[in-house]
T-cell receptor
């Protein structure tokens, strides 16, 4: 238990569906991240929020839309996804400004797009 | 090659043996971290080594860092079946935004 939770843990959706992934951290951190992990590829950083402001968006398609309403919650809204978007989506949080910048990860949401 | 690239990609050993994984990176770093991931789960932080450190220990883990060669190694001693997982190195740059960049990972299988 890392203090970061994600729901749902598994999600199957069609290409025309709209769904949202949720992440919550109970660690008092001030930065949150979305990563995509596909088979045999390095973790891809998608979005970074620092103090609820999006500070990084690594050329992610607009069919992925993040939302960070407060420092404890992070959402990833999904719409009109493609089969190649099937992957494990990981949320992480950290305490910015600390020397270590260690990130704490949630268990992930396994997404399958049909 | 990418920042934080692990070698080998896969490693299979017997319980009780030592496992060594290597990581190479390209840019100057503030620190390097190792993470572990059980199949289909989130990553768990194992150990961090700063750029001014050469070696660090934590239980059965030993990490070395050679900044001149831009490489690091993770040694797991007396391995157990429960150590079976993927291991990733991640680097934090010494300038700019201090975000982690992960490698592709080493898949470790420890046979009981």
């Amino acid at each position: 238990e890392t203090g970061v939770t994600q729901t749902p843990r598994h999600l199957v959706m069609g290409m025309t569906n709209k769904k949202s992934l949720k992440c919550e951290q109970h660690l008092g951190h001030n930065a949150m991240y979305w990563y995509k992990q596909s088979a045999k590829k390095p973790l891809e950083l998608m979005f970074v929020y620092s103090l609820e402001e999006r500070v990084e968006n690594n050329s992610v398609p607009s069919r992925f839309s993040p939302e960070c309403p407060n420092s404890s919650h992070l959402f990833l809204h999904l719409h009109t996804l493609q089969p190649e978007d099937s992957a494990l989506y990981l949320c992480a949080s950290s305490l910015e400004g600390t020397p270590q910048e260690t990130q704490y990860f949630g268990p992930g949401t396994r997404l399958l797009v049909l | 090659s990418q920042q934080g690239e692990e070698d080998p990609q896969a490693l299979s050993i017997q319980e009780g043996e030592n496992a060594t994984m290597n990581c190479s990176y390209k840019t100057s770093i503030n620190n390097l971290q190792w993470y572990r991931q059980n199949s289909g789960r989130g990553l768990v932080h194992l150990i961090l080594i700063r750029s001014n450190e050469r070696e660090k220990h934590s239980g059965r883990l030993r990490v070395t860092l050679d900044t001149s060669k831009k490489s690091s190694s993770l040694l797991i001693t007396a391995s157990r079946a429960a150590d079976t997982a993927s291991y990733f190195c991640a680097t934090v740059p010494d300038t700019g935004r201090r975000a982690l960049t992960f490698g592709s990972g080493t898949r470790l299988q420890v046979q009981p």
